[in-house]
């Protein structure tokens, strides 16, 4: 479904991924993992279109996206969940929703979305008069996925979704991921909680400085020593 | 003080003709903050050369009705369109070229196009003044004189100024542009062009300043100078409201409207605009971030 070959990025002269080779049949789910300043935000960026690579090419269903415009790559139906769900604060929740149907096509299937967006996380439904800026952390990370469902995607990209939970909540935003998959997306997840997000996933690659380390079934890499020094250390 | 007292106690009449003055007066002067504070929430970029773009509308509705004959509603349609034309071609060959400069050299480049509208004015249409005769009434109002033009001016602002907030908040462009004054690079994951909400943005500041104009025009003689006279009221409206904020805009937009209104009847015109400039000051001390900033 997705392909990306021998791509590499960066910021002006500094080089963040180098030569990346990731694959995400339909249906899957995928982990990228790996410490901070890896480069798993960069690579997500690089696929949603926010950056474009430097070499190598991004394919998406047969259809080539190297170098295609963020706002171009969502119409073909992936969604990006970024780092710090960069939702808009001073807009209510359904306002939030209403510009993840921003699409004409996705716009003409807004009630539909929008139902079954409830339908996964009833709470948007309650607080959908609120601004997004009073909900709180756990809410506004469903409220991040709740947006980007409302674009009717075929992939959906997560940025660190844990990121600023406490535990409970990590826990419960670890299932309802898992319902979200259920409804059949496919979806590539970035973690930097390792152990919770390898039950979640088929399959990972390790991400470091830039580059893919080791990459396997979830079950596999569990075994490995990085996700026991990662659980010691983080 | 001892002024203001007097005219309170002698002449409360007068107070009040002033305050009334002074609201009407304050729905033009919203609708050109609107503008520019719309411009501004989305692009960052403060268009000092905002209220210039709405004098080469009021230039325009002056020819055309007044030297060609057109009707006062094709003249001011046609300033309208001027107004969009001009707000998109700001954005296309001055904005879009440095978008991501520093915002000084951006305030340098559309400071530049102001100097240069006003001398090109001052050339081809000289330091005359002119205006659109209109044989519009002075009406009374329990007891207290107001302008016509002045009265149908305001009502037209305010229902242009309910459109706005119509579009700023059931469409799913204007709900767009409010999404991306608070997270410009989110809103191209949703699948918006970011270059087109610019546009629109830009379109509607302009048609908003062509409004402005035909309003402006009916009450006060078009110059080279004229946005030297409303661009730094205007300015310093939107600072006061807080850069970026609507509500905050609108309401000091009425703010400093009674203070002009008020002060010039009590002193002169021109202490009217010395008083509101220096509660300007003032405030900016007290509240930097503008009236309704919450406190640091
Ligand atoms: N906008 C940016 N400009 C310059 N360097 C950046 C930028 N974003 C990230 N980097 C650098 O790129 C590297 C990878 O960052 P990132 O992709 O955010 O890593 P991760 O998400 O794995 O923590 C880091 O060294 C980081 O400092
Ligand atoms: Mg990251």
């Known amino acids: 479904m997705l392909e990306l070959a021998g791509v590499s990025a960066g910021y002006g002269h500094f080089t963040a991924l180098w030569d990346v080779a990731l694959r995400v049949s339909a249906g899957e789910a995928v982990a990228v993992v790996g410490p901070n300043g890896a480069g798993k935000t960069t690579l997500l960026r690089v696929i949603s279109g926010v950056i474009a690579p430097r070499t190598g090419t991004l394919s998406f269903e047969g259809a080539a996206l190297t170098g295609r415009p963020a706002h171009e ?7 990006h969940v970024p780092e710090g769900r960069r939702l808009f604060p001073a807009l209510t929740v359904a306002d939030n929703l209403r510009m993840g149907a921003f699409l004409p096509a996705a716009r003409a299937h807004y009630a539909e979305s929008l139902a079954r967006v409830f339908g996964l996380f009833p709470v948007l439904k309650d607080r959908r008069a609120q601004r997004a800026g009073s909900l709180s952390g756990g809410e506004q990370q469903m409220l991040a996925i709740g947006r980007a469902l409302m674009s009717r995607p075929k ?12 535990p409970v909540m990590v826990l419960r935003l670890f299932d309802l991921i898992r319902l979200v998959r259920a409804e059949g997306y496919t979806i590539l997840v970035v973690e930097q909680n390792v152990r919770q997000v390898l039950k979640l996933v088929d399959r990972a690659y390790l991400l470091e400085v830039g580059r893919i380390k080791m990459e396997g079934r979830a079950d596999e890499l569990s075994e490995q020593d990085f996700v026991r020094k990662a659980y010691v250390g983080l | 003080m001892s002024n203001l007292l007097d005219l309170v106690l002698n002449n409360p009449l007068l107070l009040a003709e002033a305050a009334l003055n002074g609201l009407l007066l304050g729905g033009v002067l919203a609708l050109l903050a609107l ?42 349609a046609a300033g309208i369109g001027l107004g969009v034309l001009l707000g998109i071609g700001v954005h296309l060959l001055i904005i879009t070229p ?62 242009v100024m309910v459109g706005l907030y119509l579009f700023l908040t059931r469409t799913y462009i204007g709900t767009a542009i409010r999404a991306v004054s608070q997270d410009r690079g ?9 270059q087109r909400i610019y546009i629109v943005t830009s379109a509607v500041g302009g048609a908003l300043a062509g409004v402005a104009a035909a309003l402006l025009i009916i009450q006060y003689s078009v110059h080279p100078h004229f946005g030297a006279a409303f661009g730094p009221i205007t300015f310093m409206i939107c ?41 300007f ?16």
């Open chain 1, 155 to 166: 992939l959906i990209l997560l940025d660190e979704p844990s990121m600023g939970l406490a």
């Open chain 2, 186 to 194: 989110a809103m191209a994951l949703m699948g918006a062009n970011p």
């Open chain 2, 98 to 159: 440095i978008l991501t400069s520093p915002p000084v050299n951006q305030l340098l480049a559309t400071g530049g196009l102001l100097f240069f509208i006003q001398s090109l004015a001052t050339f081809l249409w000289t330091t005359d003044h002119r205006s659109v005769r209109l044989t519009l009434p002075t009406i009374e109002v329990a007891g207290m004189f107001v302008s016509f033009a002045r009265l149908i001016a305001f009502v037209l602002a305010v229902v």
């Open chain 2, 281 to 296: 000051i003032v405030l900016m001390f007290i509240r930097p971030g503008g009236i309704f900033a919450k406190k640091q």
């Open chain 1, 73 to 79: 790559i969502v119409a073909h139906g992936i969604a």
């Open chain 2, 239 to 279: 600072v006061l409201g807080g850069l970026g904020n609507m509500f905050g805009a609108f309401v000091a937009s009425f703010i400093m409207s009674e203070i002009i209104s008020i002060g010039g009847v009590v002193w002169s015109t021109e202490m009217g605009y010395v008083i509101a400039f220096a509660l």
């Open chain 2, 35 to 76: 503008g520019l504070n719309l411009i501004f929430g989305v692009l960052d970029i403060v268009w000092i050369v905002y209220v210039d773009l709405a004098m080469l509308s009021m230039y325009l509705i002056y020819f055309t009705v007044q030297v060609y004959g057109w009707p006062l509603l094709a003249g001011a």
